[in-house]
């Protein structure tokens, strides 16, 4: 008898474990309402392969989408990347540019700005085709909460977007 109720005791064990684990964990579902919070104010979210930090393969790119007429002229292609040093060379202090590239004086401006605000969470600023962009690390600055981080992101990505924009207009 008792013999039977082991066995029946790891036969729902060995049924119910692998469901369990198939389960989001409390930080996989953090992370998808932050996600879809993201979505909802009207961002986009792409993962991109991590060139920059040890540990996840991928790194979220939050993207704001452009209102750019079909006449216009395309906007700058940039991407600025955090690096874990700094010289002379850098956009702005441990800033790089991965392409050498021009701007307006009010999107330099901007980026300056931003790149002096956004936490250390974020590891580039993106600017392509029809979309300004913001590469994260999707992690949690120690004392803060990470949908104000978040709001952060997209009041950064709102001021690209208009900076972007308007010198898209004056050309």
Known sequence: M??????????????VGPIMMIQPSKGQR??????????????????????????????????????????????VKVMIERKNYSHGLHFDKEWALSTPTTFTPALEKTLKDLVQRLPHTVMGISIQHAEVGILWTERQRKGTNINDDLTLLSQALNELKVAVEQGITRQ
């Open 30 to 75: 953090a992370l998808t309402a932050l996600r879809e919070k993201a979505q909802m104010s009207g961002l986009k979210i792409r993962m991109v392969p991590n060139t920059q930090t040890k540990g996840a393969q991928f790194l979220a790119m939050y993207l704001q989408p452009l209102d750019i007429p079909k006449k216009a002229t395309q906007p």
């Open 2 to 15: 008792l013999t039977a109720v082991i066995v029946i005791c790891l036969a729902v064990a060995m049924m």
